[in-house]
């Protein structure tokens, strides 16, 4: 009965604990609710984000394997690859190209099928899918830019190569392209890499061919696996592998011979048929000049009459016809049969056909779901670390001073019998209770609050439908768990100390700190002028030096994270002018029809808007570094010679030293960093007929936004044939204002594919980054409070410490503000030293961070502002003064006589 009385006492003892020390409580339950909600909440919006994208891949049908040829596929290669038992459906695809004009201007759109298997399935916001030969879906995005309804028409430009039906169709849904998520226009429009700017979906009815585009695959049990986790890649690479190795080699000759059979029988059917046409033509033009003979012969006698005259003038007249004839004839002869010759020899050069076995990392808006979400995982692994680290060390100094002010209570246990256990109990129970309710906060604002911030951000960059919550176990508990531990390991070796002692030293109270000579006192001529305040102030932040470690040590890495906050807005803030200004110099870039360069070009040298320009080659390419297998899109730009890319594009190596254009392939830092190569690596480039070449890479040079390969016209000829310019940079006269409309009303020519103006570029990042800048102020505004909490924490526990001693001094007749002086200027030099400390950490993680944030289409810069250092610091001492002044009021409430009487 008497166990069960002091087992109550007990129970109210720790309740009474946590209400008397109920700031203690909150300040570790609220750094765990901030380190809990860091660690958990960027994890779990980047868990959801890839949840969402799988899920809706998922629903509709993506397909795990493509593959495509640089001649085309048939219907036997679809049966050559249904033998694989690992397969669930396959289905041949058609695609093209076409130009669509759209409020005057010139738009690519993507034409594909809609799949009879169910493979890349549209999802449908409004309507149904085409059924019909004359029957289309649009993206939403073209008819929100044409208010396009249902049941209107829409005309595509004539194309002589087009394998289509017609030209017109009737619109019967709103769609999406699964295969195309990226919000591609407007503030992310730079991510892009497509070929095209839309994508459209028809019947299968509605082409008029027997070779496919491509084939797309779906492999059995992927659906259930996550497709952005390594399990999901080893299944697909396994199947894509077999297929290399089985079936890929053996099917490219088959349709190279196939396609050489047929191009023999048209080149033989084509000269049998020349042969017969001219040999037809000849024979009539002997026919002809066997008649003109009889005539001559018939007109050579002697006569001299008039009509005899006027006989012979005929005869004449039609000798020369006929030779004028056989003339023509010759020359046409020998222009057809030098085609065949022609002909006959691209037959013999005809290039065999190649299979590209790709996965979804062929998908520019998957891969990038990707690289966004591990980049801000980053972020969400580094800060809380920190994070970590300092919540050990304020709950360390929490419970190892309520173990001090316990000491008595400490003994009292031991004396009455209570194991250490028992008393160790009730200081774990204590930080458990405030770790798992601050858990339970931070889960709670880590998986709902911050994804659903984050989705606001993920609605700006992809189209998914839906974004889903998910709760992940591992973190979830993980992270709690992770800061249960920790805590209570600190709240174990707080009390290990006290627990080794008696009951009877236990009770009887603990010797102050013996003071102690400081440095400074060795310099008497400096010593000697300090005030007595001022010589208090340095002994006792020397005497207390557990304390002074923990606060200098709290406000250094909370400084550093303020710092590192601000740090990646800075490196964000100077992209675009390290971009627009020091390596993209032109004003206005342009890509047009090929046929239409001549006559662009001409026009341009009569604008009185532009002041000089260059003609360059602007195309696409994909890069696959030869040893890993990984492959990005990239921007190819091919200039005329070496001095014609100056003045234009800014090409500096790493290091910042501009670097002239020579022979060979100069690619930018993103993608090398990506793909992991360097100079003299050997890559693969592949333009967009599937021609691919092994290169070196002569140089890697800087580039902050998407990604380029730089080359002369030399170097494009060597791997690619003939050099066509296709695209003009340019520079507009310095006092010319109207360059965003100029660039829209270039936009709109017949033959001109794109137009767009460095000062739009410029904007649209602006808009842009403006989203990354949010996160930015988030994790700033955490560590933040992280950081008020630490110095309220520590300045209350100072406080606490001392309360005997600043009642003496208050008993010595200090004023108030001489005792909130004698506090608050020890808080605020060792708040300068942790800001002191804090800073170059802060810089040192700002670049380790910035380095981890490896992005496909961005390359960060560490970049720190020399006024962020100063809102750091700013911030760091203004939560310091605000601490002061909450504190100030604990001062006043020290009663002198009963703290004195404290130890009795």
Avoid at 9 to 34: C, E, G, H, M, P
Avoid at 46 to 54: F, N, P, T
Avoid at 158 to 181: C, R, Y
Avoid at 762 to 785: C, D, P
């Amino acid at each position: 009965m008497w166990w069960n009385k002091m087992r109550q006492a007990y129970q109210k003892d720790i309740w009474r604990t946590i209400v008397k020390t109920k700031r203690r409580f909150l300040s570790i339950l609220i750094i765990t609710v901030l380190g809990v909600t860091m660690l958990t909440g960027l994890k779990a919006g980047c868990v959801d984000l890839r949840q969402s994208a799988d899920h809706f891949y998922d629903e509709q049908n993506l397909y795990d394997i493509k593959v495509v040829s640089t001649l085309g596929l048939t219907k036997d290669d679809v049966k050559a690859l249904a033998r694989f038992k690992e397969i669930q459906v396959l289905e041949g695809s058609y695609e093209e190209t076409l130009v669509l004009t759209m409020q005057k201007q010139k738009q690519r759109i993507g034409v594909k099928t809609v799949s009879e298997q169910g493979i890349n399935q549209p999802y449908i916001k409004v309507g149904r899918l085409p059924e019909k030969a004359n029957e289309i879906a649009v993206s939403e995005k073209y008819s929100k830019a044409v208010h396009a309804k249902l049941n209107d028409s829409i005309t595509f430009d004539e194309a002589k190569d087009s394998v289509l039906h017609q030209q017109t169709f009737i619109i019967t849904g709103i769609i999406l392209d699964p295969m195309n998520i990226s919000v591609d226009e407007g503030a992310t429009s730079f991510r892009s890499t497509s070929q095209v700017d839309d994508t459209f979906f028809v019947s299968k009815s509605a082409y008029d061919n027997n070779i496919y585009t491509s084939i797309y695959i779906t492999l059995k049990d992927t659906k259930e696996l996550m497709c952005y986790e390594k399990t999901y890649e080893q299944r697909v690479h396994a199947s894509m592998d077999k297929i290399g190795k089985e079936i890929k080699q053996s099917r490219e000759n088959a349709r190279s011979k196939a396609m050489k059979q047929k191009a023999v029988a048209t080149y033989q059917e084509n000269k049998k048929k020349m042969d017969r046409q001219f040999s037809k033509a000849q024979e009539e033009l002997d026919a002809a000049k066997a008649a003109v003979q009889a005539a001559q012969q018939a007109v050579d006698q002697p006569a001299s009459n008039a009509q005899t005259q006027q006989a012979r003038e005929k005869v004449l007249q039609e000798n020369l016809a006929l030779q004028k004839q056989q003339q023509s004839l010759t020359k046409k002869k020998r222009e057809a049969y030098a085609q065949l010759a022609t002909a006959k020899e691209a037959i013999d050069t005809m290039p065999k056909a190649i299979w590209y076995v790709q996965d979804r990392k062929a998908i520019d808006s998957y891969t990038s779901v990707q690289s966004d979400a591990s980049s801000i995982e980053t972020v969400g692994t580094a800060f809380p670390i920190v994070f970590l680290a300092v919540a050990m060390l304020i709950s360390l100094t929490t419970i190892t001073r309520m173990v001090e002010e316990e000491r008595g209570l400490i003994g009292t246990y031991k004396a009455l019998g209570f194991s250490n256990l028992a008393i160790y109990g009730k200081y774990v129970i204590y930080a458990c209770a405030a770790c798992l309710l601050g858990g339970i906060l931070g889960d709670v604002c880590g998986f709902l609050l911050l994804p659903k911030f984050l989705f606001t951000i993920f609605q700006v960059l992809y189209k998914l439908p839906v974004f889903t919550l998910c709760f992940d176990y591992v973190y979830g508990v993980g992270g709690v768990a992770l800061f249960v531990v920790c805590i209570v390991t600190t709240a174990y070796l707080a009390c290990r100390v006290e627990l080794r002692l008696t009951p009877a030293v236990l009770m009887r109270p603990k010797a102050p700190h013996s003071g102690s000579r400081v440095l400074l006192e060795r310099f008497p001529a400096i010593w000697k002028k300090l005030s007595f305040l001022n010589k208090v102030t340095l002994r006792n932040l020397f005497r207390f030096k557990k304390r002074m470690i923990m606060t200098i040590t709290g406000i250094m890495g909370c400084t550093a994270l303020v710092l590192c906050g601000f740090a990646i807005r800075d490196s964000v803030n100077d992209l675009m002018p390290g971009q627009y200004e020091k390596l993209y110099q032109y004003d206005f870039m342009s890509v047009v029809k090929e046929d239409a360069y001549a006559r662009i070009h001409a026009s341009l040298a009569k604008d009185a808007a532009i002041k000089d320009y260059v003609g360059i080659r602007i195309d696409t390419v994909k890069v696959k570094a030869a040893m890993k297998g990984q492959e990005e899109t990239v921007q190819l730009m091919v200039f005329p010679d070496d001095k014609a890319i100056n003045g234009y594009i800014g090409l500096r190596n790493r290091e910042g030293e501009a670097i002239p254009l020579k022979d060979g392939i100069y690619i930018t830092q993103n993608v090398a960093s990506v793909l992991g190569f360097d100079v003299q690596d050997h890559i693969y480039l592949q333009n967009m007929a599937f021609i691919e070449k092994e290169v070196p890479v002569k140089a890697i040079v800087q580039n902050y936004l998407g990604n380029v390969i730089y080359m002369n016209q030399k170097t494009y000829a060597a791997l690619f044939g003939k050099y066509q310019p296709n695209g003009f940079l340019a520079h507009f006269h310095s006092a010319y204002q109207k360059e965003i409309p100029y660039a829209k009303d270039f936009a709109k020519q017949q033959d001109v594919l794109s137009a767009v103006s460095t000062k739009k570029l410029k904007q649209q990042f602006a808009e842009a980054f403006s989203l990354i800048n949010v996160v930015v102020y988030l994790i700033t505004f955490m560590a933040a409070g992280l950081a008020f909490v630490v110095l309220f924490t520590l300045s209350t526990t100072n406080i606490s410490e001392r309360e005997r001693e600043l009642a003496t001094i208050k008993v010595l007749g200090f004023y108030e503000r001489e005792v909130h002086l004698y506090v608050n200027k020890e808080i605020l030099i060792l708040t300068l030293f942790g800001i002191l400390l804090g800073l170059p950490l802060g810089r040192v993680l700002s670049g380790m961070l910035t380095n981890a944030l490896r992005m496909p289409s961005i390359h960060f810069a560490i970049s720190v502002h020399g006024i962020s250092y100063v809102y750091a610091a700013g911030l760091s001492l203004l939560f310091a003064l605000i601490v002061n002044i909450i504190t100030n009021r604990t001062l006043n409430d020290i009663h002198m006589v009963e703290s004195l009487k404290s130890l009795e």
